[in-house]
C-alpha cells in the first residue's frame, strides 16, 4: 500500500491525533498501556440479573424442564400423517411421526418436520384486519373479532340470493369442510368449491373417478407396496409429492430390504426423471401423454403370449382387443422389446403392482391412460391381493369425512364464469391461494375484481388475501381443533386428530369458530344448523360416534374418555389390519379406450413439453414462507432458494445453453424467465420446471427470493374424461436472454465444463 | 510524560484489583427479591426442599413453586406477613413473582438436577445450608473447575463419563 | 493423549450409524429434522450460493451414465465419527476430541474459529458459523433449549444428537437400566420414512446395528485414509441374502 495514502494525509485527523497523542510513544510505553487496557477488562461485571417467573397455575401435566409431548395432525400435505410435538413450557420445540398411527408410523417427512416455523413465522397476521387502504394497499386496519363477524354477518344477511355467496377452499381438514358445507346449505348457497394445486399435481380428483369408474367407488387406491416383487410406477412419483409419501416411502424401504431373501424392484415411467426414479431399477423416458399406451401395450403382451401364472387371460382380452403393441410402442417411444421385458417382469413376478400417478393426471387423455394402469393389476390377479391395489377403507370413519374430496377444474373455472359475470357479491376463500396456485390464464385474477367483497381466512398475506377486503386470520394447525379423515388410507380404517399443541399466539380465530359465531349471528336455518358453542363441541360431539364402534385400538369407558385418549392416541383407528377388497364395475368388459394425448401450442412454434412439478420442498408453494424449507437442497438439482428450467444437456448444447444460463420460457399464455440446469434425467424434448417460488406475498422468506411461477405458463384446459386440469398439457419455447443468474447450489460445478462462481 | 503514563498504568491496574475483588464478592452476594422469601423460617416449619423445588428429582431443572403452592398455606397461614401480603396481591392479579435467579449456567453447560440426585447427592453440597438462609445466596462460585473437583473425586468406573466434555458440555 | 484403534475399555458403547443407500431416497426429511433439533442455522441465499451452507448431513446427488440410460444415486453423508479423526490433532485448542463412546465431540465454547479441523477434514462435514446467526422473533422459540446455541466464529458438525444420546441415558439409570436397543434415535434416524437410517451400539453384538454392518453390502467412506469412521453404509440395488 501508498505510503502517502491513507488516512494520515487528512490533515484535521492528523491535528486531532497529536492532541491525543502528543509525541510518539515508545516501545515500553506502550507496552504498559496495552497490559493495562488489557486487564482492565476484568473490571467487567461477572453478574447477569436473569429473571425467572413460576407458573401461577401450573398445567397439571408438565414438570418444567421436562417435555409434554401432544399428538396432532399435520397438514403441510393432503396426507394427513399423524405427528407428535415435544413442548417445553408452552413451546413447540419438535415435530415428530407419531409411532401409534398406522399411515405414517412415526415417521415424518421434510415439510412435516418444518412445521414449526408456520407457528413462529414472523410474518403472521395478528389479528383479524380490514385492508383498509383498499385491495392491493397493503394497509391493514385491525378489528375486533365481534366487529369482524357482525360485518361478515351484515354483508350476508344484504345478499340478494343465496346463490351470489361462494366459499372456494383448499387443503381443509375434513371436519372443517363439513361444517363449511352445513352451513352453506343452511343458506341455500352453493356447495364450496374446493381447489388446491398440490391435490391437481397429484391428480386426486382423477384418480378419485378412476376409482368410481374402476372399482365403483370413489375411495383412494391403497398400493400394498411393502409387499410387492414388481411395481410398475407410471408418472407416481410415490416417494416425493403423491398421495400419502411418508407411508408409500415406508413401505418402500419394507419393500426394498424389509424382506430376508427378496428385493423389489420399482420401475419408473415418466418423461423426467424424479426422486422416485432415481431409487428406481429403471427409469423410462415415455413421450408425454402416452404413458397410457405403454401399459396397454404390456397388458396386450401379456394376455397375447399368455405370461404368467395366473392361468387364464381370455376374460381380459377384450380389453386390449384394439391395441397393436408396434403402434404403442411408436407412439410412447418405448422399444418393442423393452415392452416385452417389462410384461414378462410385471406377469412372472409373484406380487407385481401398476400404480398410476399424477403425473397421468395431468394430461388431456389422463383419464384413459390411468384406466390402462388400473387395467393392469387386473391382468395379474393382484386387485385386492397382498402386494397389489387396495381400496381405502373408511369403516366407520365414513362419516366423518368430506365427500367428494376435490372438485374439478371445471367446476372452479364454472365458479370463476360466474364471478367474472358478476354474479358473486361475497367470495370466501379458506386455505387456499387461487391467484398463486391456478393458472394465470384461467382469469381469477380479473374475476376477482368483479367481486365486491372478498374474505379470506388465511394467517398469512398471500396473493389472493391481498385481494381481500377483510381477512380472518384462522390459526395455524399446530393451534388447532379438528380431525383428518386421510386419503389415500392406511391398510385400516384411521381419522387422524387434531390439537393445538400450543395456546395461540396471536388473536387469531379458527375458521370454524368464525362460520359458528356467524350462524348464531345469522339465527334461523344457519343457526339450527350449526348449533354448537365452539369448535370444539362440535368435534366432540361429531367424533363421538366413533366411541360405539367395537374395532378401535382402544377401549374407552365413557364418551369423554373417549374424548381424552382421541387426543393422547392422536385419532382413532382399528387395532386390526382390514383391507378393503375392491370390487369390479363392467368397465373391465370393454375395450380400452386409445386417446391420444393432446397439447396446447403448435410444436412448431413451441417445441417443448413443459412439465410444471411439485417441489418436495416447498409443495405447491404453500412452504415457500419457511426458511428451512427454502434452504433445504431439493434432492435432485441440489438447489437452494431457487427456481430453475431443467434442460437435457444435448438440448441445452443445441441452443447453446449452459448451466446458469437464464432462458426465458414462454408458452402461448405466458412467458417467465429462469437459470438453467442442465439435467440429464430429463427427455430432450421436455423442460421442467418446479413449483413454489415467484411469490409477490406470502412474507420475507417467499418474497426474496427471485423467481417465477410457472402457473403462469400453463394453459387452463382440462381432461375431458375427468374435469380435472392438465397442467402437463403445455407448450413451450425457449430463447436463452444471454444473462445469467448464479444458483446456491449445493454440488459444485466444476468439472462440468465451467466453475460455479467467477 | 514517561511517570504520567506510569501512574495511569498503576491506576488501571489497581481499577483491576479492586474491580475484581468487587466483582467477586457481587458472585457470593444475594440477589435482590422481589419479596423477601425467607428459607429459614419454611425449613424451621417442617418444609424439605422438593416440597417446593419438585422437578429436581425428575428433571434437568429444580424450579420455583408456582403461585398456587405458595398460597396452597398462605391462603390461611400467616397472612398478617408483609412479605405473604405481597404475596397474595401478586396472586390476587394472576402475576407471576419476578424472582431473580440465584444461581446460573451459561447457554453452552448442560446441569441435569435429575442425574445428580439420582447419585445420591443432597442439596446442601452445592447449594449450601439453605436452611439457615433468610434470602437465597450462592455460597460457591459454580464454575467448572468446582465442578470437576467433585466429578473427579467419584469411583473409577465413573470417571471416565464424568470428565468427559460431553457430559457437561451441550 | 495417547490414542490407539479401539476406544477405552471402560466403555461398553461404540455409536455407530448405519446408511442403507437401498432405502434412501434423497427425500431430505433428515436434514430438516436436523436443523429443527439442532438449531443449525439458515444462511439465505446469498452466503448459500459461497457454499456457507450449515447443513449438518447432506444428500449427495450422483448421476450415472448418459441419457437415456441415466441413473441417479444417493447418499446422505455427514461427520463420519471417525476413530482415527484427522479433525482432532489439528485443533490448536482441544475443541475438538474423540469420546469413549466414538463420538467426535465439538466443544462450542471452547472453539476459537482457526477452522483447521474443517480443512482437515477429509469429508467436508465440518460447517463454521461465518455470521452470527438470525433467528427473527418468533422464530426464536423454535429454539431446542438441549442444545446450544452458537454464534460467530464457532464450528459446528453432526454430533449424532448428543443431547438425545445423554437424556436417554439419564432417564435410563433413574430407572436402573441400560438404554435399550433402538431406545436412541438422532433426529435423522427418528424422521427417516424409509428407515434407511440406524443408529446403535456397535458393542452390543445383538444390536440392528451391528447385524447390520456385518451384512456383505457395508461399506465405509474413503476407507483408505484410515479415518476408521462411525458411519456404515450399505450398498443399494443387492438383495440382503
Redo the contacts between chains.
Sequence with gaps: MNQDAGILKDNALRSTLNEIMPKALTRREFLKIAAGATAATGLAPAVRSIVIEPFVHPPEEELPGQATWYASTCRQCPAGCGIIVRTIEGRAKKIEGNPLHPLNRGKLCARGQAGLQVLYNPDRLKNAVRQSGGRGSRQFEPLYWPDALDLLRDKIAALSGAERLAFLGGLMPSHAYRLTARLLEALGAAPPVIYDLQSALEGRSAASQLSLAFFGAPDLPEYDLSQSDVVLSFGANLLETWMSPVAQSAAYGAMRQGRMGRRGLLVQFEPRLSATAASSDEWIPVKPGAEGFVALAIGRIIVEERLGHVGSHRSQAVLYQNVDVRDMSTASDVPVETLRRMARAFADADRAVAIPGGYLAGQRNGFSSMLAVQALNLVVAQVGRQGGVFLSNPGPTAALRQNPPVNSFDEVMDLIRRMKAGEIDLLLVHSANPIYELPAAAGFAEAITRVPFVVSFSPFVDETAIWADLILPDHTYLESWGYQVPSPGADRPVVSSQQPVVRPLYDTLAAADVLLGLAARLGGKPADALAWQDEASYLEETVGELYGSSLGAYDARTPSGFWALWHQYGGWWSEKQIRREPELTDVVQKPLAISDPQFEGDPQDYPFHLYPYSSITLTDGRGANLPWLQEAPDPMTTVQWGMWVEINPTTASALGISDNDVVQVESPHGSLEAPVVIYPGIRPDVVAIPVGQGHQDYGRFAQEVSGSNPLTLVAPVTDPGTGALAWGATRVRLKPTGRKQFLARLESLDGKGRESLD | MTRWLTLLSLLIVASVVVGVILTRAQVFAAPEQPIAYNHQSHVEAGLQCLFCHTSALRSDIAGIPSMEKCMGCHNIIATDNEAVQALTSYWKQSQPIPWNRVNQQPDFVYFSHQAHLGAGINCETCHGDVGHMTVAQPVVKMDMGWCLDCHLKQPENKIARLADCLTCHK | MAKDANH?I??DRRWVLVV?L????????C???C???NNVP?????Q???GR?M?WI????Y?E????N?????MPVMCQQCTEAPCEPVCPVFAT?H??EG?N?Q???RCIGTRFCGSACPYKVRTYNWFRPEF??????????????RTRGIMEKCTFC??RI?RTE?DA??EGRKPADGEIQP?CV???????LVFGNLDDPDSRASQLARSHRSFRLLPELGTDPGVIY?KG?????
Design positions: 477405552s471402560e466403555s442403507d437401498d432405502r434412501c431416497t434423497g427425500c431430505q426429511a436434514v430438516v429434522a436443523h429443527a433439533e439458515v444462511v439465505g441465499e446469498k448459500a450460493a459461497y451452507w447443513h447432506i444428500i449427495q446427488r448421476w451414465g448418459e441419457y437415456p441415466v441413473k441417479a444415486r444417493f476430541y469420546n469413549e463420538l465431540a466443544i462450542y465454547n427473527p422473533e418468533p422464530l426464536t422459540e423454535q429454539l431446542n433449549p438441549d442444545v446450544t446455541v448428543i443431547q445423554r439419564i439409570r433413574a433426529a427418528q424422521t427417516c420414512p424409509t428407515n434407511a450399505l440395488s443387492e438383495t440382503n441374502a
